[in-house]
């Protein structure tokens, strides 16, 4: 059974570019890594998936080495509005269990 | 915009009594889930359900929680009877087979005094 393990919180400034990583050593090899971005009073939001490699959209980059032992979600030059917490999530596709991790409290500062 | 709803948005109740909470998730979606959020735990997977059959509820305490679809529009979650400790937001969200993208809804909040 995987586990996720995250940063509890971090802090940057606008316009810099925020790594965040989540460990999730006991990743099989169909599990697939999700993150999600959480603001007060809301349910969490989608922001990007992948199984490997590296991965783009519009909002962010996820990057995941061969092992897949880790992934780290990448928002390029962040601004106030990306303070929130973001999850990171591994589903388990033989078992059906969804492994969220604790949530990664990010501040950005002006 | 296709969202998913839920019902209440806000939930005060004395402990012992029922609780139940409902969420519509967006059409055509065959996947619900039901989660728990509280500052010490966290996001917690309650349940949830593919083409309406739970397809994993270890997450739930089976003596005092149930949750159904009774139709593909409908979900429930109830709680019989409430504690103080059931006080959280519960979230629902859904999505389709083959995507994994969860979309979720706006929570209850629930207060057993």
């Known amino acids: 059974l995987a586990k996720t393990t995250q940063p509890i919180s971090m802090d940057s400034y606008e316009g810099q570019e925020v790594n965040i990583t989540c460990s999730h050593n006991?990743?099989?090899?169909?599990?697939?890594i999700t993150w999600y971005q959480q603001f007060p009073s809301q349910g969490p939001r989608f922001i990007i998936q992948?199984?490997?490699?590296?991965v783009t959209n519009e909002v962010a980059s996820l990057f995941i080495p061969a092992d897949r032992k880790s992934s780290t979600l990448s928002l390029p030059r962040v601004s106030l509005s990306d303070t929130a917490v973001y999850y990171c999530l591994v589903g388990e596709r033989s078992n059906y269990q969804l492994i969220w991790g604790a949530g990664t409290k990010l501040i950005i500062k002006p | 915009d296709a969202r998913v709803t839920q019902t209440p948005r806000h939930k005060v109740t004395e402990m012992g009594q029922e609780v139940t909470m409902r969420c519509q998730p967006i059409l055509g979606h065959n996947t619900v889930f039901w989660y728990r959020q509280t500052m010490m735990q966290g996001l917690e997977l309650l349940a949830y359900?593919?083409?309406?059959?739970?397809?994993?509820d270890s997450g739930m305490p089976k003596d005092r929680f149930s949750a159904e679809m009774p139709d593909a529009t409908l979900a429930t979650l109830k709680i019989q009877p409430s504690e103080p400790r059931d006080s959280a937001v519960y979230f629902c969200?859904?999505?389709?087979?083959?995507?994994?993208?969860?979309?979720f809804g706006p929570g209850t909040r629930l207060l057993v005094l």
């Open positions: 969200a859904s999505g389709y087979q083959g995507s994994e993208t969860q979309y």
């Open positions: 359900f593919r083409n309406r059959a739970p397809l994993d």
């Open positions: 006991n990743i099989a090899t169909n599990d697939y």
């Open positions: 992948g199984y490997k490699t590296k």
